[in-house]
């Protein structure tokens, strides 16, 4: 079955910039999206195919995706972007999920 | 207001079942795809079932044979029969739609969730 590989933390310094990696086979080939989680929460999609924000996410969540790697970048990171993060996308009819990654803003 | 309300969760047995609802606001369940997923505690999004907007439905593998999606138009709900229970399924069961064009659209609306705990 198709596996999505994310890093299990990630720490970033207010201000700065941090990237969230998510890798699989052939990544590239599909289509990706990115999930914020806080704690205690609901999931909430920050990124649709591979690189759209929804209404009302801000600017400095951007992606990528290409090859085996689509990466989530935050620009400018906020104590309020401290949350987990979820990449996912679609296999065979299935909803494959990343096993997210732990964005500390330290 | 557009928003997804799921009720059901509780205490059960393994080996027993359970029936989650979520009902919709704002938009119409049968024009969208409408999904579960789960989060077992302290543990990562696990897709469960989708029902398309014209009724066929798909199921991952871990529950397969032992969940029904289904849904009500008039009551504007979805559900989630369970069945045969394993101390696995215990986590938070999110409602959640995507859009038609699912392999890139996303599941851009979440419920609170539905908390399923399971016992021996």
């Known amino acids: 079955s198709y596996e999505l590989t994310q890093p299990p933390s990630v720490s970033v310094s207010p201000g700065q910039t941090a990237s969230i990696t998510c890798s699989g086979d052939?990544?590239?080939?599909?289509?990706i999206c990115w999930y914020q989680q806080r704690p205690g929460q609901s999931p909430v999609l920050v990124i649709y195919?591979?690189?759209l924000r929804p209404s009302g996410i801000p600017e400095r969540f951007s992606a990528s995706n290409s090859g085996t790697t689509a990466t989530l970048t935050i620009s400018g990171t906020q104590a309020v972007d401290e949350a987990e993060y979820f990449c996912?996308?679609?296999?065979?009819?299935?909803?494959?999920f990343g096993g997210g990654t732990k964005l500390t803003v330290l | 207001e557009v928003r997804l309300v799921e009720s059901g969760g509780g205490l059960v047995q393994t080996g027993g079942s359970l029936r989650l609802s979520c009902t919709a606001s704002?938009?119409?369940?049968?024009?969208?795809?409408m999904n579960w997923v789960r989060q077992a505690p302290g543990k990562g999004l696990e897709w469960v079932s989708i029902?398309?907007?014209?009724?066929?439905?798909d199921y991952a593998d871990s529950v397969r044979g032992r969940f029904t999606i289904s849904r009500d138009n008039s009551a504007n709900s979805l559900f989630l029969q369970m069945n045969r229970l394993k101390v696995d399924d215990a986590a938070v069961y999110y409602c959640?739609?995507?859009?038609?064009?699912?392999?890139?659209?996303?599941?851009?609306?979440w419920g609170l969730g539905t908390r399923v705990t399971l016992s021996s």
């Open positions: 959640a739609r995507c859009g038609k064009q699912m392999d890139r659209a996303g599941f851009d609306l």
């Open positions: 704002g938009f119409n369940v049968d024009t969208k795809f």
């Open positions: 029902i398309y907007s014209g009724g066929a439905t």
């Open positions: 052939k990544l590239g080939n599909k289509y």
């Open positions: 195919q591979d690189s």
């Open positions: 996912q996308t679609w296999d065979i009819k299935t909803a494959i």
